[in-house]
């Protein structure tokens, strides 16, 4: 089938609202700042930029403090808290047994994102992955979809569309021109969204056109 579906990866793939929240708690502290449970979770649907900017971290404690979400990615804390939603993984065997090809676009860093995938058995899954670490500009600039989308032919790119689920991530399709899904987990958080809107990724893929019987 000549379709691209690409994911972001937290809060959409897999649940890490609460490794995000030990993250930025240990991270602030780094630079001496504290940080709530409920800043965290506003913290995590945002750039990083944007969260640096917001929290006010000093001047001179910018490079600590993104040295300090980098080394905390990974830390055992984080990562036994962090988990597939139940529907990932037969969301993305439905692409699979259509053949259609997946793609990886995340404010993370790659090397994270594929060491989850790879630890829950999930890497084999997806053809191009594009984080933080790769893209100058991240969501919602639309570099870091279109950087994804160069893993393709051109013929298919007009094919391709977007689940997230953060309004930075329709905003980083839309500015792409790509057909996009928000994610909504919680009832009622993006109440105004005018677009395409699923609670899960089976959900999803359907408002796509994408079904088992496909």
């Known amino acids: 089938m000549d379709r691209i ?13 609460d490794a995000m929240v030990v993250i930025f708690r240990k991270s602030f502290q780094e630079v001496g700042m504290g940080c709530t449970e409920e800043e965290a979770r506003h913290y995590m649907h945002q750039s990083l930029q944007e969260t640096i900017v917001e929290s006010g971290v000093p001047q001179e404690s910018i490079n600590r403090y993104v040295e300090a979400i980098l080394k905390y990615l990974d830390c055992p804390e984080a990562n036994f808290v962090t988990r597939p939603f139940p529907e990932t993984r037969e969301a993305l065997s439905l692409l699979e047994g259509l053949d259609i090809p997946m793609g990886v676009v995340t404010g993370n860093t790659v090397p994270h994102v594929k060491g989850i995938l790879s630890a829950n058995g999930m890497e084999r899954y997806f053809v191009s992955y594009v984080g933080s670490d790769v893209c100058e500009a991240h969501k919602p600039d639309p570099e870091p979809l279109l950087k994804c989308l160069e893993a393709w032919p051109e013929e298919l790119r ?33 109440e105004g969204y005018q677009g395409l809107k699923a609670t899960n990724l089976i959900d999803a893929l359907s408002l796509l056109g994408i079904h088992a019987n496909s």
Do not use: N, W
Not at 5 to 17: K, P, S
Not at 179 to 190: A, D, K, N, Q
């Open 158 to 190: 007009a094919k391709a569309c977007y689940i997230g689920d953060s309004l930075q991530d329709m905003e980083c399709a839309a500015r792409a021109s790509l057909p996009s899904v928000l994610i909504e987990r919680t009832p009622g958080e993006y």
């Open 5 to 17: 579906v690409i994911f972001d990866f937290d809060g959409t793939l897999f649940d890490t609202a």
